[in-house]
């Protein structure tokens, strides 16, 4: 679906708190951001050169020291690449040419070792921040892996995006007001300063990038899995940005436990959870499930908007990629940095007769094998 968005100015809904407030909770202002209805049947291509030009190929070195389960994350930082290892509990630094440097941190039971990484966020100052859920802390390291320090955390956290006056962090209803979302104060990280979404239902936490940073406009984005509307954060509040519509197979949010969502689920389709929230500039992407009637299973959309123009694609499987890449990397985008939109290859789920084509893309006769770690494909946003 490529159209022009069709833009609803609504002033007379209000978003409110799902549960009670109290006097730390914070209500976010009527809705009255632009709308964008999407629809599934009407899904066509998503031809990356309308918004972005091919930059290169880059092969990640497989080694016993450097090998990657599965890609959460990557960052490029002063030509380097950071790469978060979901599955591996690992934080691996690459060159530009994709050769192993080392790890950022380890797992271990030591002070300056982490337990569980959930989220890993890179300062502005080029620092490494790990957030271990189960230790509670941050753990701050530099790009030569050296440990700086640590901030020890009142309450677990499963995504966090720090500032000056504190930090922005998804503690999922684990605190006396049930707030999905919680902002702890830097003058005292031992009380909360305010919170969002109280519910007192028992929701299932969706693993998702909560926080979005677009570094070409410095904006900060949250989405809630909850609901349809993305968030800007403005000023210590979360204020609506945009409106997904998905008409009448909006996914129903207002349910007291998962067991409740998991039935309605099973017996009609549903649209929604967005996840996998990316922005640049004027170029905003993300995704969302369709979940079939009767099945245990889902399909995933990929979304593209500009929000300077209104143009809107939904697409599934059907990208467009550079005439150089003759092997489709997976649709899911695994980051933004440095104004590159970056996609993976995985061999390891590729037919035997494509390791061929695919190293027929690499550069300097670089050879990957089957069990080789995955290929970043980078492209430079307009």
């Known amino acids: 679906m490529k159209t022009k968005r069709t833009l609803y100015w609504i002033t007379t809904l209000s978003i409110a708190l799902l549960c009670g407030c109290t006097d730390i909770s914070k209500e976010i202002r009527p809705l009255d951001c632009p709308t964008f209805k999407l629809d599934v049947n009407n899904i066509s291509q ?52 994709g050769k192993y440097k080392h790890r950022i941190g380890k797992q271990g039971g030591a002070p300056e070792e982490y337990k569980e990484i959930m989220d890993v966020y890179v300062t502005s100052e080029n620092l490494i921040q790990i957030l271990d859920n189960k230790s509670r802390r941050i753990l701050t390291f530099n790009l030569s892996g050296e440990y700086i320090d640590c901030k020890t955390l009142p309450y677990y956290l499963y995504s966090f995006y720090p500032t000056e006056n504190g930090i922005w962090g998804v503690n999922s209803y684990q605190n006396e007001e049930r707030y999905y979302l919680i902002h702890l104060p ?31 406009t410095e904006d900060v984005f949250f989405h809630y899995c909850y609901d349809d509307i993305i968030y800007k954060i403005e000023e210590g509040k979360l204020n609506p940005y945009i409106d997904i519509d998905f008409g009448d197979q909006k996914a129903p949010y207002n349910y007291d436990k998962t067991e409740e969502l998991d039935e309605k689920m099973i017996t009609n389709s549903y649209l929604g959870q967005i996840h996998n929230l ?47 890449i003759t092997i489709s990397p997976i649709p899911n985008i695994v980051g933004i940095s440095d104004g590159k939109l970056i996609y993976q290859i995985i061999p390891d789920i590729l037919p035997p007769n494509l390791i061929g084509r695919l190293n027929d893309m690499m550069p300097d006769n670089k050879v990957v094998a089957e069990d080789s770690n995955p290929v970043l494909v980078l492209y430079k946003l307009k």
Request: charge should be negative; glycine fraction near 4%; charged fraction near 20%.
């Open 46 to 97: 998503l031809n990356i050169a309308d918004f972005a030009e091919f930059s290169t190929v880059i092969p990640l070195e497989t080694s016993t020291e450097s090998i990657i389960g599965q890609i959460k994350k990557v960052f490029i930082i002063d030509s380097l690449i950071l790469v978060w290892d979901h599955k591996g509990h690992n934080v691996l630094l690459f060159n530009e040419k």
């Open 186 to 216: 830097s003058s005292s990280t031992d009380q909360i300063d305010f919170g969002y979404f109280s519910n007192q239902a028992d929701l299932t936490l969706l693993m998702t990038n909560n926080f979005e940073t677009n570094e070409k």
């Open 278 to 324: 990316y922005a640049y500039g004027e170029h905003l992407f993300f995704s969302f499930y369709r979940h079939e009637t009767n099945k245990a299973t889902f399909n995933e959309y990929q979304v593209y908007i500009s929000t300077k123009t209104g143009d809107c694609t939904v697409c599934q499987y059907d990208i467009k990629h550079s005439d150089e």
